[in-house]
């Protein structure tokens, strides 16, 4: 059994602007989970403002849960091959009903590795940072790979 490859948590920052970028490119034509606007945020420092304003309950735009993004690293290569997205709360109908918690995707050509299942791991750790004890989770009834990601 091959070993797992090693990945972790970072803030997204001006250091991965090309890894970002790659990763940007990679879901064109389909939808980038757990981005925080990623593909709809042309400048990367644009996006990262948006991040930072995101972030707290005294900056996120009104009616908006405040949410932590960070970047999927494999440490081998450092190259980013998933990103997600931690809502402090779920205080949204949106969130209460359909988004949950956590967002997140992995980069299309890294799919199938069990990286999916490592950075929701990763991700329930920092909601834990985050204060966050109970963490409601969701799956589209299409998105097979994410139903069976049980890390209960």
């Not at 750790?125 to 049980?150: F, H």
Request: hydrophobic fraction near 35%; charge should be negative; include cysteine.
């Amino acid at each position: 059994m091959k070993k797992m490859e090693t990945l972790l948590l970072v803030r997204p920052s001006l250091d991965y602007k090309e890894q970002i970028l790659t990763y940007k490119q990679a879901f064109i034509g389909q939808h980038l989970y757990g981005g925080s606007r990623l593909e709809e945020i042309e400048d990367i420092e644009e996006w990262l403002t948006h991040l930072e304003k995101a972030s707290s309950y005294t900056t996120v735009d009104t009616g908006r849960s405040p949410s932590s993004t960070f970047l999927c690293i494999r440490q081998s290569d450092q190259a980013m091959v998933g990103i997600c997205n931690i809502r402090h709360d779920t205080n949204q109908d949106f969130l209460l009903n359909t988004a949950g918690h956590i967002g997140y995707s992995i980069k299309p050509s890294e799919r199938r590795k069990g990286y999916a299942t490592e950075q929701l791991r990763l991700a329930l750790e920092e909601a834990k940072k985050l204060g966050i004890d109970r963490v409601l989770i969701t799956a589209a009834d299409w998105n097979i790979g994410s139903q069976k990601n049980d890390s209960s």
